[in-house]
């Protein structure tokens, strides 16, 4: 079935830094989601992009769906930190397989204060 | 609105137990899914449903079963329950039309099985 890669696994940065992490995938999606996960709970929708080529931004988080429609990346800016956290892709393909929603591995944030 | 709710929060089964782990949106979302995390993992599909009625399998649909009578309940049941299972279990609810394709998450169920 599909898959998404996403990268990286996990960081671990300083308080006040840029944090980039991207989903990369074989086939195109329709819909890109950005999920932030903390611990003990359920994922939680940060952003949603909808077209190819879409910037959108959601306070300090941007991301932005790939023209090719294959990939899709989160920027965080001047991280803080409650910012620690899961952050999952998932794209959406109408029609597609597993309920058209495919999630990515993840990747784990970790902030030093 | 409530969103997506699942019950119980918590739960210990002994190896052999059955349970249904119970989800329900009140969205009128037609698409369902039951995920689990094991931990420092990801989210693997387990089953997923497009509507009422109509169900299927996902990435680790063995030792577990679904059942979508109505549009607002996806139940999932274990049979018997193993170790294996041990593990975090989320629902999520999704409503696929008019290019919106937002997926929304239940609190997410701790089951451990000993």
């Known amino acids: 079935g599909q898959q998404l890669n996403q990268s990286p696994q996990s960081m671990f940065i300083q308080e006040g830094e840029d944090v980039s992490m991207n989903c990369t995938s074989s086939s195109i999606f329709n819909t890109w989601l950005w999920y932030k996960q903390d611990p003990g709970e359920g994922p939680v929708l940060l952003i949603a992009?909808?077209?190819?080529?879409e910037l959108t931004s959601n306070g300090r988080l941007t991301a932005q769906f790939g023209i090719t429609r294959k990939d899709s990346f989160l920027n965080i800016s001047a991280s803080i930190p409650s910012d620690v956290g899961i952050y999952f892709c998932a794209g959406v393909n109408y029609g597609g397989s597993q309920g058209n929603l495919i999630f990515g591995k993840g990747t784990k944030l970790s902030v030093k204060p | 609105n409530a969103g997506v709710t699942q019950t119980p929060k918590f739960r210990i089964l002994k190896i052999g137990q059955s349970m249904t782990l119970q989800c329900t949106q009140d969205m009128n979302h037609n698409y369902m899914y039951w995920y689990r995390q094991d931990p420092g993992m990801g989210l693997k599909l387990i089953y997923y449903?497009?509507?009422?009625?109509?169900?299927d399998k996902g990435e680790v649909p063995n030792g577990y079963n679904v059942s979508r009578s109505t549009t607002e309940d996806f139940p999932l049941r274990l049979e018997l329950a193993a170790p294996s299972q041990t593990s975090v279990y989320f629902c999520a609810s999704s409503y696929p039309t008019g290019g919106i394709t937002e997926a929304f998450f239940g609190q997410g169920t701790r089951l451990t099985v000993v």
């Open positions: 992009l909808y077209k190819a080529g």
């Open positions: 449903s497009v509507g009422a009625g109509i169900t």
